[in-house]
């Protein structure tokens, strides 16, 4: 009879080795290959080929009629807004962040919605007791909100519950890392126990038509726990964002197949729960009535939602032979780097006797390139204590030859710095053309934006 195979399954990426070591060659991390059993293989299973014995599937055309899904929408506006609309029936949501950031406490209040809008809801936690649960629903004012409740973390035990009667139009499971089926072997949080409970929840939605939302853990660097094998089973992946120390959340779609990426919700952490934030600028946006040396003001673009953040900057000069200090907090160090030599190549400036500290305030994240021009200008205005005019906006892309690039959905930044009161724009030349209701004031090279602001 075949022995079954042995073979060694990285916790942290799923790779498969076939003798244990104490390094994945694939990740490099430490300590995280564990045992698992494989599959019985005989001559017979080696050598049959599958090009028989099953059957025919139907092809379709590409052009055949197709109706959109329909939307199952929770009532939260920004919550629907990064699904894109709402759940879908028979879909399945990954949501991913780190502990305490207010999962479970968003998924709460949209369960606590959709039952009271009379759709049946089922939550279940493997990680809380139901009174714990019940506990923060009463301090979030949702204790008369008719969802179902278990504690539970075997997958036989929840799919045979859920089948015996009606399927509930929403499913939370909280969270799959504590999830076990008997089918495998291994205990919960496993790369097989996860690939396995998973597949068997999502069959579950597709199959009887409920929207299935898994919360996953994440790791130290932010990532999803687990195989990656995960987040390209389910529909959606969310990533919820926010330092605990400041009270802003942002809810990130990564990957949605039933609707745009890149698009954000933004929560606001209260003591009844999180409450939606309609204008997300508010948050990261200083109000002042006199300019301020080193601050700028940047129309930063989320899927199609465009949000003003302050990007500040100050500049300390050195003594001569001490060996200066670059610190940046919410932007990318390395382009930061970049402004710098380009400023001090392209455009006359020294850097390299100063002490550079960059941050955008309120503790938001930029990776847009479109914010090369205003860290540069919040450079300048520390460098050359002139301040940048406060009813001013700038971005623009900076190149390494000096030159200003144009970015992407221009207009539609505009857009909102005219209806949060901004009277001017800092651009691209190649932008510079009448708003209407921005002065814009275009620039071909950095080294014209710098004149400008030393008033060369």
Request: hydrophobic share 45%; glycine share 10%.
């Amino acid at each position: 009879m075949a022995k079954p195979q042995k073979r060694y399954v990285c916790q942290a990426c799923g790779s498969v080795a076939s003798r244990w070591q104490g390094q994945c060659t694939d990740c490099a991390e430490w300590n995280t290959l564990v045992e698992e059993a494989g599959a019985v293989v005989t001559p017979f299973a080696a050598k049959h080929h599958l090009h028989g014995g099953g059957r025919a599937i139907q092809l379709t055309s590409l052009d055949a009629e197709v109706t959109l899904p329909a939307r199952m929408a929770t009532g939260i506006a920004e919550f629907d807004r990064a699904l894109g609309g709402g759940f879908v029936e028979g879909s399945a949501t990954l949501i991913g962040g780190d502990p305490g950031i207010g999962k479970s406490t968003l998924l709460l209040q949209a369960a606590a919605r959709l039952a009271t809008a009379g759709r049946s809801v089922a939550y279940v936690s493997g990680e809380e007791a139901a009174d714990q649960v019940r506990l923060r629903a009463r301090r979030l004012g949702l204790g008369a909100a008719p969802v179902q409740l278990a504690a539970a973390t075997s997958v036989r035990d929840i799919l045979t519950t859920l089948s015996a009667g009606q399927p509930p139009a929403l499913l939370v499971i909280d969270s799959i890392q504590t999830m076990h089926s008997d089918l495998i072997e291994g205990a919960p949080g496993t790369v097989s126990q996860v690939r396995a409970s998973s597949q068997e929840l999502i069959r579950f939605a597709k199959e009887r038509g409920t929207a299935l939302v898994l919360v996953g853990h994440v790791t130290k660097d932010g990532s999803i726990a687990g195989p990656r094998v995960l987040e390209h089973m389910v529909d959606t992946v969310m990533a919820f964002e926010g330092e605990r120390s400041h009270q802003y959340r942002i809810l990130r779609a990564v990957k949605n197949r039933f609707g745009g990426t890149d698009e954000i919700g933004v929560f606001s952490m209260e003591s009844e729960g999180l409450s939606e934030v309609a204008n997300p600028s508010a948050l990261f946006l200083t109000h002042r009535d006199e300019g301020v040396t080193g601050a700028t003001v940047f129309p930063a673009l989320e899927g199609t939602r465009p949000v003003l953040v302050e990007i500040q900057a100050l500049v300390v000069r050195l003594a001569s032979g001490a060996t200066p200090r670059r610190s940046v907090v919410g932007w990318d160090s390395g382009r930061l780097a970049m402004i710098l030599a380009v400023l001090e190549a392209r455009c006359g400036l020294s850097f390299s006797a100063c002490e550079v500290y960059l941050n955008i305030a309120g503790g938001y994240k930029v990776q847009d390139p479109a914010a090369d021009l205003a860290v540069a200008a919040a450079l300048v205005s520390a460098l050359s204590e002139r301040p940048v005019p406060p009813q001013a906006v700038a971005f623009g892309e900076v190149a390494l030859s000096g030159e200003i690039r144009p970015v992407a959905h221009g207009p539609l930044r505009l857009k909102e710095a005219a209806k949060l009161g901004f009277e001017r724009a800092l651009v691209p030349g190649a932008m510079a053309k009448d708003d209407g209701a921005l002065r814009l004031t275009g620039f071909r090279t950095l080294a014209q934006f710098v004149d400008h602001m030393l008033g060369r």
